[in-house]
């Protein structure tokens, strides 16, 4: 019994390091399935009060932590997963109960130092289980780090552009402000730093779907309308130069009306 809980104690470690791995230091694609199971599980939580909140305020508000709980879960989640396989592998290489292998793992993981080891196997598994938590809360708090860096970078440019498309973002107003204050009709917004930003957002919104989770710092402003008001203003500027181009080329028109014939 104790050899098998051993075996499976090392295959769940290993797998739950390739995880973690997975979904904080080298994310890609929709991620783990725990990882995704928990976003849904706290998004399904979170959207089940919004019926009794009448005002859209309230439920921005109530929604804007969905994320930040879903990252910490996840977090809550691993070291549970670990404490409980480390556990396994101390309970089969001691003769202590699965409480108290249990009760050692977290001691261990949690870096308290509580519980000393009682054999050499478990003074083995004690320093490799005090060295695999801090380097999954060292991940974590790296993965915490760049979700930072990747939601300043979305939100700033859109503040920037707030300016001028005000809050919802909308199209027309760029144009009407732009035209106010005398930008010319190519620069306002800077279409390329629009595209580069655009980019930007999709990779990080690819290797970290979590991002998109996350609501912006004002309740007004979201990612998808600004870069739909961008669009209208790109495609309004082109058609509007479009015209102006081709009119500049049109031929001078010639009114002749038989009744002002000279005979």
């Known amino acids: 019994m104790r050899t098998v809980s051993l075996i499976v104690g ?25 990882a995704r199971a928990i976003s849904r599980s706290i998004k399904f ?41 480390t556990g396994l592998i101390i309970y089969g290489t001691t003769g202590l109960s699965l409480a108290d292998s249990l009760y050692q793992s977290g001691s261990t993981l949690t870096t308290l130092g509580i519980v000393e080891p009682v054999n ?5 598994t004690t320093f490799f289980a005090a ?6 809360i060292a991940i974590f708090i790296g993965y915490l ?12 440019q859109m503040a920037r552009l ?3 498309a005000g809050e919802p973002a909308w199209g027309p107003q760029i144009l009407a402000r732009s035209h106010v204050l005398g930008f010319p009709d190519d620069e306002a917004p800077h279409y390329d730093e629009w595209v580069d930003w655009t980019c930007d957002l999709r990779l990080n919104q690819r290797v970290n779907p979590i991002l998109a989770d996350f609501r912006s710092t004002a309740e007004l402003r ?42």
């Open 10 to 34: 090392i295959v769940l470690t290993v797998s739950t390091v390739v995880v973690v791995v997975q979904a904080m230091l080298i994310p890609s694609g929709p991620g783990p399935l725990i």
């Open 45 to 85: 939580l979170a959207h089940a009060p919004l019926g009794s909140m009448r005002t859209y305020s309230r439920q921005n508000k109530w929604l804007a932590g969905t994320a930040p709980i879903s990252l910490l879960v996840q977090l809550i989640v691993y070291l549970a997963i670990l404490i409980f396989t």
């Open 120 to 124: 050499v196997p478990s003074t083995i």
């Open 131 to 136: 060295f695999l938590g801090l380097v999954v």
């Open 145 to 156: 780090l760049a979700i930072y860096g990747a939601l300043v970078g979305r939100e700033s």
């Open 162 to 164: 707030s300016i001028l």
């Open 222 to 263: 979201h990612w998808v309308i600004s870069m739909l008001a961008v669009t209208d203003v790109a495609v309004a500027a082109t058609a509007y130069l479009r015209y102006t181009s081709q009119k500049r080329n049109w031929p001078s028109p010639h009114w002749r009306h038989e009744s002002l014939d000279t005979p």
